[in-house]
């Protein structure tokens, strides 16, 4: 009876040493496909993030005036071609364009154009108050500062005072302009050749002379003004148009001849 109820004991512990050992191997396996679900987790948890960091920024952009635009990251100092040669033509012709009007800025001005009552400007050197066109010197802010003065006072003897009363115009009109070679060894710098004319009216209509004006235009990129109160007064608002493309001019110099194409 003895033997009996060991031999008993021996396999109901044998069973339960079975049993032990199919549950372990079955917590072993749980526990081993929690470990892989975790790791695969985290590897996707990883790849999303450094997908989310490599995304490109936002390329829309709202415009304090409601206006969206595309921007794209760019150095500071970059500059588009078309940008640099579009702030060129647009800085000459507001420079060497006066019609005895103020430059409209808006679709009805354009179809009331106010007369231009000039700006006066002293030169110091000749002792002489004349009056240059406005848009002459609302332009004349696309100019470094230390070129702006002088300009000023060379336009000051070269603008008919004639033009504000309608007797003369003058028209610049660009018949080329260079793409934009960068200035070597100087960072955001390029060179512009510009090949025009300047036309001169009488009585409005009548053309008086056709001057050439070739010339080689130097730009670099400077910081665009922010929109802000400084900007608020119309003035003001005008004057910043001429530095959004975030450029300016530093010098203007005569194209050779062996330069024209």
Do not use: C
């Not at 071609?81 to 019609?99: E, K, R």
């Not at 066109?133 to 003065?149: K, V, W």
């Amino acid at each position: 009876l003895l033997k009996i109820n060991i031999m008993t004991t021996i396999k109901k512990l044998k069973t339960t040493d079975t049993e032990g050992k199919g549950k372990f191997a079955s917590l072993m396996a749980i526990n081993t496909l929690l470990g892989v679900s975790s790791i695969l987790l985290l590897l996707l948890t990883t790849a999303n993030t450094i997908r989310i960091a490599n995304k490109p920024a936002p390329s829309l952009v709202q415009l304090r005036s409601g206006e969206a635009v595309t921007v794209q990251a760019a150095d500071s100092n970059h500059r588009e071609d078309a940008v640099i040669q579009s702030f060129v033509s647009n800085s000459l012709v507001g420079m060497f364009t006066f019609d005895g009007t103020i430059p409209p800025t808006t679709p009805e001005e354009a179809l009331k154009p106010t007369p231009d009552p000039g700006i006066e400007i002293s030169n110091p050197k000749t002792r002489k108050t004349r009056k240059i066109a406005t848009s002459t010197y609302l332009s004349s802010f696309a100019l470094a500062g230390d070129r702006r003065e002088e300009f000023l006072y060379n336009m000051v003897e070269l603008t008919p005072q004639t033009a504000f009363t309608g007797e003369n115009q003058v028209a610049f009109v660009a018949n080329h302009i260079s793409k934009p070679i960068k200035v070597k060894g100087e960072k955001g710098k390029w060179q512009v050749d510009v090949v025009g004319v300047l036309y001169t009216f009488q009585g409005g209509t009548k053309l008086n002379k056709a001057i050439p004006f070739n010339k080689r235009v130097t730009v670099e990129a400077v910081m665009p003004p922010k929109y802000d109160k400084e900007f608020e007064t119309p003035m003001a608002a005008k004057i910043a148009q001429y530095r959004q493309a975030g450029l300016q001019i530093t010098q203007i110099i005569e194209l050779q001849d062996k330069n024209l194409k």
